[in-house]
């Protein structure tokens, strides 16, 4: 069972696709870390892309600039 937030959207779903704008869609509305560290975990395990862990990683840092 893969972890999913509001939106019911898994790590796959948000990150799988090949289309970037979609994968872009995925990260920016991820909510929360949990979320975001499923995400991190997915791309690690699979395709390894460093752009997009690279964007993972910006979301990360834009959530938490909103809880603080």
Avoid: F, W
């Amino acid at each position: 069972h893969q972890p999913t937030e509001t939106s019911g959207l898994t790590p796959q779903q948000r990150l799988k696709s090949s289309n970037t704008r979609l994968v872009d869609a995925g990260i920016a509305t991820i909510r929360d870390m949990e979320t975001l560290h499923a995400c991190v975990a997915y791309e690690n395990g699979n395709q390894r892309r460093v752009q997009i862990l690279r964007r993972l990683k910006r979301r990360a840092d834009e959530i938490r600039g909103e809880v603080e």
